[in-house]
């Protein structure tokens, strides 16, 4: 067996003097596979893929991504993480609508010092790949939804991340933006790339991932195939 991708183990998070957000949750995710996390609204599924992602970190427990402890990172050393281990895709889609389309997606590559040319080409290749390249010159508040998500798994994906985090990817987009983008995961994924979803929507996890992972009150309740996940099991 390969080596894990992310290993959390007995991973606690409280906000405040609230229950915990998550409490002694422990998860292997290996290479290339598609996992995702459902749960209802607060089930603690965000602060999840936050301590992943290294935006946050836990009270208590071990966070390992790609054989670094991201638990023990300053903010430096998280960004750098970020940067290159991690893409991430919002609901919402967080691009810069003062920047066209090519400027956004070349952003991270900017930031991580790649070379111009480098930069500039491996955009154009992800925006033809993901079908946008003729909003090239664009800014994405003149796109619609279903494109504006494209140009965000595009600028994911622009550091060659080894984990594509996305949290609720179409929860903004109609029916057939979010199928659009919910079949640009799934090909992602049949390439090699590791895919972490987070959504309600579960024909979403069944038609995207092989494995389903169910949260409650911040505890894993099911860690089963995605095929198998009873609808009424989900709220
Ligand atoms: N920054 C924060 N400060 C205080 N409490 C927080 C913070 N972020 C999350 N929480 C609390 O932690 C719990 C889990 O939140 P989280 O955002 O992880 O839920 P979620 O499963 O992603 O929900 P949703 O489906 O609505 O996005 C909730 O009770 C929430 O109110
Ligand atoms: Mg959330």
Redesign the pocket.
Known sequence: MSMPLIELCEVSRR??D??P?LHEVSLTVRPGEAVAIL??????????LNLIAGLDRPDTGTVTVDGARIDQLGETGAALHRRTRIGMVFQFFHLLDDLTVTDNVALPARLAGLPRGETERRAAELLERLGIDRHARTHPDRLSGGERQRVAVARALMNRPALLLAD?PTGALDTAAGQDVSRLLTELNAEGQTVVL?T?DLALARSCTSRTIR?AD?RITHDQPSRAVAPEAVR
């Open positions: 906000y405040d609230g229950p957000a749960g209802p609204s607060g089930s603690g599924k965000s602060t999840l609720e987070v309600h949260i911040g």
